[in-house]
């Protein structure tokens, strides 16, 4: 019993009373030291750094979303709609709210016709967004397939069909080189772009009256300042302010005239330029083949844009104001004014055509289109009948340095400054010129084919039309315009452009004018004109020029035998002219590529487009 006592140890209560006192203490101390931390770190942030703290917090839970504009619409000038805007169904898809997207896009495609390249383009957008952000995967979706889509909607979560404007052209193909067209943003136009003014902006313009006036079409963006919540989707709109839409265009084409102009050229390769000498308005530009404008605005397929860019045709090149043809016989009117005012021949004088010109010293024979000659020929007849022995003697007593210096006050080998971008400023050669460019001199029979617009002569059919302005307006060189008025988009207030004249051709005696006017008259209205063939039935008065342009030299002992060159190697056809002769309302020019004879190709087809225009306004 001792022995068990002895084995039993007695507590002492009064230590371990004391060391459970110290322990709370110590909990206690710990207790109010991380308290005074809270609280001194809640001050910290609640009063000292309150305002920073605040701002954070705003931006973290308010965002602004900018709202794009809708864009201007384009008008011919009769306000018919050359481009507008209409509501387009696009198929979308959010990818956080789909499990498998292959097989949505397999299940999809079973009642909604989806392309490889919809595909490609989808996965490419959907690296570049956030998971919880709708990705388009189907631009324009026609009425069958959003009706199939709405009763199966049920079945696709985190698919939606999204409308939104997109730009179309009504008229297709029609007028395409003047309009140009909008398309996707691309990395290039990103980097020079204000891309404040263009968030949320997919589309710009391309080429054409669409690129040029690109920043009166775009309009203002707006922007919506709206809630969200820790995963950024919207919780409610805070704040709205409206875009400001784009400025519409109206032009001054007539679209009845376009219709005309590419109808008549659409089994050609060629252009049509047609201009209001008074104001300088363009009412037809057309450039054929063309194109349809449509599929470039959402991306075209790369199989189609190849089949744009290997045609033989080349529907993608704007030949009315990129093309560079030698005038041919059409600057003669112009050459002849020039002898005229330098007083180098008069009316009534006269050259022997023999068929040929020979320089002195010389036994090169500079040929005349008429292998027999035409005998003896004044001033006018020699433009009426095209005369190429007189122009090759006119043009070697004017010499190179007096025509270059004349037809530079038409706009040759400038740039007219259309409100377009791309054009060409042609050549009109000159000593300087090829001292600089090919390092040699001048040889006076470069002086005899540039009298006859070949040689290093090059136009375009802008630069043909605007220099046969300038001979209906007696001198007066006015800048070319396809715009005619700008509309604002919410207070329909016009702005109109005013003729803008560039110079004024410095002629001594009126008479000169005259004359060359009436030879330009007889070479439709003679019976030995080279246009006579467009006069049967015509009640109005035409001034015109014909001119075949050479695609390649001939030699001395060759005949040019139509038949039996190739076609790419034909002869251009040209054609200028304004009508009505007393109170001119248009002035033309016609170029059709490798088409032969001027009066017997182009002319015909200036007539068609004079009559459409200018009997057309006789009835209204």
Known sequence: MAQLYSRITLKDHLRETQLFTNRVISFVIIIVILTLALVSRMLYLQIVNHEHFTTLSQNNRVNIIPVPPPRGLIYDVNGVVLAQNLPSFTLELIPEKIKDIAATISQLKKFINIEPSDIKRFNKLKRRRSNFKAVPLRFRLNEE???????RRHKFPG???????????????????????????????????????????????????????????????????????????????????????????????????????????????????????KTGAILALASMPGFDPNPFVNGIDSKSYSALVHSEGKPLFNRAIKGSYPPGSTIKPIIGLAGLEFDIVHGATELNCPGWYRLKNDAHRYRDWKKEGHAKMTLLDSIKESCDVYFYDLALNLGIDRIHEFMDHFGFGKK??????????????????????????????????????????????????????????????????????????????????????????PIKNQENWNYIIESMKRVVHSSRGTARSISVDLPYKIAGKTGTAQVFGIKQDETYIKEEIEIHLRDHALFIAFAPIKNPQIAISVIVENGGGGGAVAAPIARKVLDEYILRKKKS
Do not use: C
């Open 416 to 505: 007219t400054n259309i409100d377009l971008f791309g054009e060409t400023a042609g050549l009109s050669p000159s000593r300087e010129w090829k001292n600089r460019v090919k390092h040699e001199m001048w040889y006076p029979g470069e002086t005899l084919i540039t009298g006859i617009g070949q040689g290093f002569n090059l136009t375009s059919p802008l630069q043909l039309a605007t220099a046969t302005t300038v001979l209906a307006n007696n001198g007066k060189l006015l800048r070319p315009r396809l715009a005619h008025s700008i509309e604002d988009g919410l207070s329909k207030e016009r702005t109109v452009f005013q003729p803008v004249t560039v110079s004024q051709v």
């Open 159 to 277: 698919v939606n069909i999204n409308a939104q404007l997109i730009r179309h052209y009504p008229h297709g193909e029609l007028a395409v080189h003047a309009l140009g067209y909008v398309g996707r943003i691309n990395e290039a136009e990103l980097q020079r772009m204000d891309t404040a003014n263009y968030n949320g902006t997919s589309h710009i313009g391309k080429n054409g009256i669409e690129k040029f006036y690109e920043d009166y079409l775009h309009g203002s963006v707006g922007f919506k300042k709206i809630e969200t919540n820790a995963q950024g989707r919207i919780i409610r709109v805070l704040e709205e302010q409206r875009p400001i839409p784009g400025k519409n265009i109206y032009l001054n084409l007539d679209i009845e005239l376009q219709k005309t102009s590419e109808k008549i050229l659409q089994n050609h390769k060629g252009a049509i330029v047609a201009i209001n000498p």
């Open 145 to 151: 397939e959003v009706a199939l889509f709405s009763v």
